[in-house]
């Protein structure tokens, strides 16, 4: 929905299907109505398109209109409607809207329209209203779910809200590009005498606005493209088009919530925030305790990270203001859970008692979706902290490091991410944009990027090759940076069982019939250090013997080759996670009945974006294969794509190529 809540709700919020479920069990019987709204009788006309059959459905109307009093108080009317075409389309008969104090929803309906022509409606009191959270912690965020009937392939749905909100914001988004096509799309905006806008046009053509009578504007687009969802692609936010809107009275007070520019925004929240981080006899008491024993500040500031992060269970929480404004800090302390925003302003009350200061940073988890043009709050949904480093820091430690022209050295981390460790920043945030907010005002800074080598896998292997295929091994894998993080959120939450099972499924992608024993790990709870992951495995069916040779592919754990770019034309850029690193060394000890017949080409393959290579080297009945691989660009551009799919065509073909082994002659 468009009105999603402000910050991220990862953990704690529950699943759309849940709330389905929930509003399927109490929806009451459909209503046979005399007709809906003929806006929506007019669409159930006309007819659509051709699409490709991975179109589910079309968006034959999405209108969105905005009305502003003298005194500032928002009313926005949200209108859409949807052809569905196939059966994976049958979702959009759903409608969730949040709503909480400061944005109050006022009116929902919602209507259908059936291939033989029957119609149906339903209306706010037949949607059930709950709490988005799996817990019932903060209670000041509401939704409700209303499911339209006859919701098939062929009916036409339909349905329109209204919310009002207080004026914190001037601003809107007008998101009128998606996964679906769009047949037409409107926004209208209505402002009081002697009030005025600014509008542009994000990721998309500007068109003008047609004047719509009064002081009102109005702006249409016809056949909007859908954003088409291909592996490995760019954020779908970070690609759509959207309409920034800017609205104010001619000779406003103050520029309060008028932004112009970027210090404008860092003022407003600076302001927002200013209570939040109050110390209390607890908080202090809390940072001494975590504290003792550490001698240096760095020590320190780690002992006080890694509590927040770690201790302080993340829960998202509410929209409207309170989407921006944090909890204070004490409160957060107390109840030991907040969302991103309010993680941040423990950290920073408890950062500022041991005299190290540090500054909110505003960023989006869908890298490219701040638009750097629109001085905007609506542009971020996530908040993480700028630590100004003791002059005794070892910056070289810090990948997440970077040099202010006048605050010094910062560090920026993120409190939310239990598994990153401090010194890192989560590949999402990473290459991103980010408001750093200070007294004086806002900055829009660019995240650092980490390197390659602070993401990497080191993987070495000591492997015995039976006479009849059988393969058995001891691995070690070093793990460092995104790949230890991603690790660590499997195995932390992990049975043993569970862990022998994970890895087996890992490896059962290269090789048939896997087992898995002797799991060990090191480090496991130690951010700072690499995880270590140590196992056995054994598998009776590597080898193919043919007559008197014996077939084995020498890259046995972790491919690189993919198939992402193959099959349609692709329309959309990739993306790779992050800048990494990964080496593989095995070393194969041989069966004595065979000697080496044919050993693959070694592979060197480079462009500017990755690099692969490999070397294959025989000794007195042994086999030794080493490869590397490194992401040296995150984004491929769409003109570099060929290039991309020679390279991971490359890879593939390696890790197909067998040694091939002949029976010495009795």
Not at 151 to 165: H, L, M, N
Not at 211 to 239: C, F, N, T, Y
Not at 297 to 318: H, P, S, T, W
Not at 444 to 456: E, H, K
């Amino acid at each position: 929905m468009r009105n999603k809540p402000f910050f991220r709700r990862r953990l704690a919020i529950k699943s759309l299907a849940t709330l389905i479920a929930v509003q399927g069990s109490l929806l009451l019987a459909p209503k046979v109505v005399a007709g809906p709204p003929d806006w929506l009788r007019g669409l159930a006309r006309q007819p659509v398109p051709t699409y490709s059959d991975k179109t589910s459905a079309v968006i034959v109307l999405d209108e969105q209109i905005t009305s502003v009093d003298q005194d500032g108080e928002v009313k926005t009317l949200y209108r859409r409607a949807y052809k569905i075409l196939r059966h994976e389309g049958r979702k959009f008969g759903t409608v969730v809207v949040y709503f909480d104090q400061e944005t109050r929803l006022t009116y929902l309906k919602g209507w259908a329209i059936s291939p033989q022509g029957t119609e149906y409606e339903v209306k706010e009191k037949d949607a059930v209203e709950s709490s988005p959270f799996d817990e019932a912690l903060y209670v000041d965020t509401r939704v409700k779910v209303l499911k339209i009937p006859a919701a098939e392939v062929g009916s036409i749905v339909g349905y329109e809200y209204e919310q009002r909100r207080r004026p914190s914001l001037l601003q809107d988004l007008w998101e009128f590009q998606s996964e679906l096509p769009v047949r037409q799309a409107r926004f209208v905006l209505r402002l009081p005498d002697q009030w005025e806008y600014r509008v542009r046009f994000l990721k998309y053509a500007a068109t003008e606005p047609q004047p719509a009578g009064g002081h009102q504007w109005m702006w249409e687009l016809q056949d909007v493209p859908a954003i088409e969802e291909e592996p490995s692609m760019p954020s779908p936010r970070g690609l759509a088009g959207r309409l920034a809107v800017t609205y104010f009275p001619a000779h406003p007070v103050s520029s309060g919530s008028t932004y112009g520019t970027w210090q404008d925004v860092g003022k407003w929240y600076a302001r927002l925030v200013a209570s939040s981080r109050v110390e209390t006899p607890s908080l202090i008491t809390r940072v001494n305790e975590l504290t003792a024993g550490r001698s240096t500040e760095m020590d320190k500031v780690r002992g006080l990270a890694g509590f927040v992060q770690r201790e302080v269970r993340y829960v998202a929480i509410e929209i409207g203001i309170g989407g921006y404004q944090p909890h204070s800090a004490s409160s957060v302390l107390v109840n030991r859970y907040g969302d991103c925003k309010d993680k941040a302003t423990l950290l920073a009350a408890m950062l500022k008692q041991i005299g190290v200061d540090s500054y909110y940073v505003l960023t989006n988890i869908d890298r490219g979706s701040v638009a750097p043009e629109f001085p905007s709050m609506l542009n971020f949904n996530h908040v993480i902290l700028a630590i100004r480093l003791p002059k005794s820091a070892n910056i070289a430690d810090l990948h997440a490091a970077w040099t202010h022209p006048t605050l010094g050295s910062l560090v920026f981390f993120d409190p939310t991410d239990e598994f990153t460790p401090f010194g890192y920043l989560p590949a999402e945030e990473q290459a991103n944009h980010g408001l750093l907010v200070t007294d004086d005002g806002g900055e829009l800074v660019a995240l650092p990027l980490l390197q390659p080598r602070t993401n990497s896998v080191q993987r070495s292997a000591r492997l015995t090759l039976g006479s009849h295929g059988a393969l058995s091994g001891e691995v070690k894998e070093v793990r460092s940076g995104f790949p230890a993080s991603q690790y660590r959120a499997v195995l932390m939450k992990a049975t043993s069982t569970e862990r022998d099972k994970f890895l087996e499924a890992s490896l059962g992608r290269f090789i048939n019939g896997v087992t898995i024993s002797h799991v060990a790990t090191e480090n496991l709870e130690e951010f700072d250090r690499d995880l270590v992951v140590r196992y056995s495995f054994r598998t009776e069916q590597y080898g193919k013997n043919a007559g008197n040779l014996l077939l084995v592919r020498p890259m046995i754990i972790g491919g690189n080759g993919s198939g992402d770019l193959e099959g349609e034309p692709r329309t959309q850029p990739f993306e790779f996670t992050a800048l990494s690193w990964e080496t593989d060394e095995f070393e194969w000890t041989l069966p004595s009945d065979y000697r080496v017949e044919a050993v693959p080409n070694p592979v060197h393959t480079s462009f500017p974006f990755a690099e692969y290579q490999t070397s294959l080297e025989t000794r007195d009945g042994s086999f030794h294969f080493t490869k590397s691989y490194e992401v040296k660009d995150l984004n491929v551009r769409k003109e570099n794509l060929a290039d991309l799919k020679k390279f991971f065509r490359q890879i593939a073909s390696e890790e197909r190529d067998v040694l091939i082994l002949k029976q010495a002659e009795k």
